[in-house]
């Protein structure tokens, strides 16, 4: 017996059977490993996640603690009835006197008892509502105005509530510092409810980081404090307070007060919780492998036994392979033998199970097959008899039907063209009369468009004419302007002259303070008070004399741009002259448009009764060309019926010969098919 081989033996029985063992005991043990591993990380993830939210949770009450601290020693500062009374007497104390001083010192005092009272305040100020600068206790102070600082303006806006500020990494008043963040109230008055004085109190940071640094996320974890934008007002890195957070939270967290959630990444469990004093969030952040690593073990011995399962899935698909395999094969190769034509092929297959029953069938279907192709090959021989006179007879009845056929076609031919022409010259028609309603139309809205002309340059002349008129007064405008700017420039030199002479009192009234402040000097404690007075004067001269140059200034600009003003109406004034000839120009060509539009006008009144003439010709024209198109296709439709009849009956007779040409060739093919098989 002949062997036949596969060419793909991935695509046998046996094989499929192997890989169909193999990846299903694979699959289901990975499944359930695999789903044990991600079931247990999840649950260990979860409980680690509340149990670091509960810490997290306490952590930030035992902070809201300490922040509420700050919070009352701020409103003990905002209530004292010395320091309300202090900042109302700087009201009334002129600041370059000695008393001003003392007032200062006095409220710095008052402030270092409210320092040393708390040591973990970094410092304390007083501000105006200006934003200048009152007295500090502790380090650092403010040197400048802080008016235009963000962080002043939320201060005013709070209105007397504690407003809690992020952290600076070099504080807010000492820009060398340390890192502190800071708490401030606007200071009012009793009586009048009015703001005496802003109060920044700021804290080091390191007040933080005693709590915070307690709070262990594990190897890797990451704890810290951050504002609702997500600003860092406190970690263990330095160099990242005031950054923006490495673990931001999203926008539904911020709503909330505490909770957990897990990084865009999906890399860190993060938890939170929000205080109810400053609105700051304690974050916790822990890398999710750390949560999870004692879960691994599932993950290890799931791989091991998956590896088990599949030597054992190897060892069971190669036993069912062979078993269903090899006879599979054996069965395959008897029929290929019967595909070339050999019907002689049986199989000697004794097995009881359905591979033996196959066996059997497939003898069966031998025995027939060869008893129908015995009885194929004398029927065969019949019908070649038969279609060969068929065909003949089929022959000459398809040339008599293409004869009649061909002389049909003609006929119908020219019909069909005469159809088309008149149906061609009757379109020509219809578009002539479109084209003559739309010249008419057309002509119309030329008459109309020409009389709106006529009327537009009567207008035009009219307007042309108060022209000319506003522009003879425009030109007697500017000639009087110019007289008045020559009279404004005299006025200008005068008040130059009277600032020369204020200059020069000035001077003077500097002299003479100089000279008092000397007297006074000599008289020792007696002439203290006129010092202060030859101070004021001194001062008031100063002043005066920089108005003086403000005014001087601001007079050297109005007579440089009275000069430049003189030099444009000197070139205006001839521009002017020549608009007055140009609008004279332009009259009499509106005139000239008047006379020729009426000529014209006149012109399309003979051409519109010439249009309405041949449009009358025209419909006479288009009735006849439709009787013509009317009869043609009439004559077409008979011609072209007469020739389908014709068609069908020859291409029924070309059918009725290729059907017989097909059967005698079917009965050939047949018998050389038959000729193939061993009976």
Do not use: C
Request: without cysteine; hydrophobic residues 40%.
């Amino acid at each position: 017996m002949k062997n036949v081989r596969l060419e793909n033996p991935v695509k046998s029985v046996g094989m499929k059977l192997f890989i169909m063992f193999f990846v299903s005991i694979l699959f289901f043990v990975l499944t359930v490993g695999l789903t044990s591993y991600n079931i247990s990380k999840g649950v260990i993830q979860r409980k680690v996640a509340d149990a670091s939210e509960q810490t997290v949770i306490q952590a930030g009450q035992k902070l809201d603690l300490l922040y509420g601290i700050y919070e009352d020693l701020s409103l003990q500062i905002m209530l004292d009835n010395d320091l309300k009374k202090m900042l109302d007497d700087k009201e009334t104390i002129n600041k370059s006197s000695y008393d001003y001083l003392q007032l200062r010192k006095s409220l710095s005092d008052k402030l270092n008892v409210f320092i040393y009272s708390n040591k973990t305040i970094r410092s304390l100020h007083l501000l105006s509502k200006e934003g200048e600068p009152i007295t500090s206790s502790g380090s650092g102070s403010f040197q400048n105005s802080v008016q235009n600082e963000e962080w002043f303006k939320k201060i005013i806006d709070a209105n007397g509530k504690a407003l809690w500020l992020e952290t600076k990494p070099k504080g807010y008043a000492d820009q060398s510092g340390a890192p502190t963040f800071a708490i401030g109230r606007s200071l009012k008055s009793s009586s009048n409810n009015n703001v005496q004085a802003v109060m920044l109190m700021e804290i080091g940071i390191d007040t933080l980081g005693k709590e915070v640094d307690q709070i262990n996320m594990g190897e890797g974890g990451i704890t810290s404090i951050a504002t609702g934008k997500n600003k860092v007002v406190y970690t263990e890195n330095k160099d990242l307070i005031g950054a923006d957070s490495t673990t931001p939270l999203t926008e539904a967290a911020l709503q909330e007060n505490s909770g957990n959630l897990l990084s865009a990444k999906g890399d860190m469990q993060i938890v939170y919780y929000k205080s109810a004093k400053t609105d700051w969030f304690l974050v916790g952040a822990m890398p999710v492998g750390e949560l999870v690593k004692d879960a691994k073990v599932i993950q290890g011995m799931t791989w091991l036994m998956a590896f088990i399962a599949a030597i054992i899935a190897v060892i069971i698909g190669f036993v069912v392979a062979r078993q269903i395999g090899r006879p599979i094969v054996m069965i395959r190769n008897l029929m290929k033998e019967g595909e070339q034509g050999n019907l002689r092929v049986r199989t000697n297959i004794n097995r009881q199970d359905e591979i033996g029953q196959l066996g059997a069938s497939f003898n069966q279907m031998m025995e027939k097959i060869t008893a129908l192709v015995q009885q194929t090959n004398l029927s065969a021989q019949e019908v070649l008899s038969t279609s060969t006179e068929l065909s003949e007879a089929s022959k000459k009845t398809a040339m008599s039907a293409k004869e009649i056929a061909v002389a049909t076609e003609e006929i119908a031919g020219g019909a069909s063209s005469l159809a088309v022409e008149s149906e061609r010259g009757n379109e020509l028609t219809a578009q002539i009369g479109q084209q003559m309603k739309e010249v008419i139309q057309s002509n119309v809205q030329m008459g109309t468009a020409a009389s709106e002309v006529h009327k537009s340059s009567e207008q035009g002349i009219q307007y042309m004419s108060e022209l000319i008129q506003k522009t003879n007064k425009t030109e007697q405008m500017t000639r009087s302007m110019v007289e008045k700017v020559d009279k404004l420039k005299e006025s200008t030199r005068s008040i130059r002259k009277i600032l020369e002479m204020l200059n020069n009192i000035t001077k003077q009234t500097n002299i003479l303070s100089l000279n008092a402040t000397i007297e006074a000097a000599r008289a020792g404690a007696a002439g203290k008070g006129f010092m202060v007075v030859a101070d004021e004067i001194r001062k008031l001269a100063d002043q005066s004399r920089q108005s003086i140059e403000v005014v001087g200034q601001i007079t050297e600009t109005i007579q440089r741009e009275i000069d430049e003003t003189v030099g444009v109406l000197s070139q205006a004034y001839p521009i002017f002259q020549e608009q007055i000839g140009s609008v004279k120009e332009a009259d009499e060509i509106f005139k000239q448009v008047q006379d020729q539009m009426g000529g014209f006008i006149n012109q399309l009144e003979e051409v519109t009764e010439s249009i309405q003439k041949l449009d009358q010709s025209q419909v006479v024209l288009s009735d006849a060309m439709s009787n013509v198109s009317a009869v043609a296709e009439e004559s077409s439709a008979t011609s072209e019926e007469v020739a389908s009849l014709s068609n069908e009956q020859l291409n029924i007779s070309n059918g009725l010969v290729k059907l017989s040409e097909k059967l005698e060739e079917l009965s050939n093919s047949l018998k050389e098919s038959l000729s193939k098989f061993t009976v």
